[in-house]
């Protein structure tokens, strides 16, 4: 038996944020982005909290890839504030050091209490308002860990479009290309169902029609809000069918080499579709292609690619995340953005490949890949 549910009631539209102030809580943690704090974003937050005479306290102390270390420091904080209620607002690594503080809380002795957890994303990317999932670092092995378990799931997401305004371009695209690579991953995984599928299929759609016109104009209000909702249907997808071999393999060139999440996941999505559909530049025409085929052909007809048959369909889907990227000033392989040098790459790579096939969203991948199949990938990538 399967089930779908929305766990997480979510709160968009005018006066979104307003919900705040009717929040029934004694004391709350507010977890921020440092960027939050500096851009005075956080008023937002801070406004209603003090206009319904809310007792709050502020924790910042958030980095992007959040590393277990500071994880532990924002544990401490929680602990101190003895607040019922966290409210979170940042991006994904806000959001996901609040979820991951908050499960280790709930699993020390004396702290059972449920505490409330409020998401409000200022990127349109992680989904991660949604999601059961918290990715945490671990600098030491050079490696990020998801955890994933329903317990995670933030009780309440807040959609609010002027939150999201101030997202520069480079980081409009590695995010706007993180919520088509859940999409898609969502799509094509062993564990998508009709429900998942219209998640992805309406995200897919709206980041055809809306991403580059909100990397081309941060005052595009309506492509923002279009682009926000999509990162969050798209979430709420993979929640139900996971990913697959891109985010496993992108997460351990973010813990590795600190390429930002979303630019990671872009880089090898053509490579990937690739390797899934079991095509590459050499492929003849077979008889038969696996059911992801399929799957990538109907995506790309959403977005409006249509070609004479089914692979070649699928190729104008890899030409057009190739195309995307190049339109948004996007680096197309590793070598390109000084991150390390080609020795430092290349050495690292059988130890990646290991963490990509450990990785848990890679069991849901529609292809199985082997360790070689995966070093092949790294490979193309530089
Ligand atoms: N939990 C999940 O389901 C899930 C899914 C995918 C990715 N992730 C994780 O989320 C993290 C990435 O999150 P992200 O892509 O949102 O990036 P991020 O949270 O790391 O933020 C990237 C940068 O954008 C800045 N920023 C945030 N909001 C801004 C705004 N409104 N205006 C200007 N700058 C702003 C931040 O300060 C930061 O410097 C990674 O750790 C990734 O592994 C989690
Ligand atoms: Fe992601």
Known sequence: MKTFDIKTKINFGESALDRLETLESNKIL???DPFVIKSGLIDHVTSRLERAEKKYDIFSDVVPDPPITKISVGVKALVESGADTIVTIGGGSAIDSAKAMREVVAKMPGHEAHIRLIAIPTTSGTGSEVTAFSVVSDPEHGTKI????????PDEAILDVDLVKTVPPGITADTGMDVL??????????????FSAALAEKAVEIVGSFLLRSYLDNNDTHARRKMMNASCLAGIAF???SLGLNHGMAHQLGAKFHIPHGRANAMLLPLVIQFNSDINKHSKSKAEYPNQVRKYATLARLLGLQNF??????R???????????EMDMPLCVSTMNVCSREEYFAAIPEMAE?????????????TPTKEDIMKIYIDLW
Do not use: G, Q
């Open 309 to 314: 048959n089914t692979i070649t369909t699928v």
């Open 355 to 367: 963490a990509a096939m450990e990785d848990s969203c890679t069991a849901t991948n529609p292809r």
């Open 239 to 241: 929640n139900h069918a």
């Open 181 to 194: 690579t859940h999409a898609i991953e969502a799509y094509v995984s062993t564990e998508n169902d009709e």
């Open 316 to 326: 104008a889907l890899v030409n057009w995340v190739e195309f995307m990227m190049k």
């Open 30 to 32: 507010v977890v921020a």
């Open 146 to 153: 998801p955890l994933v378990d329903d317990s995670i799931l």
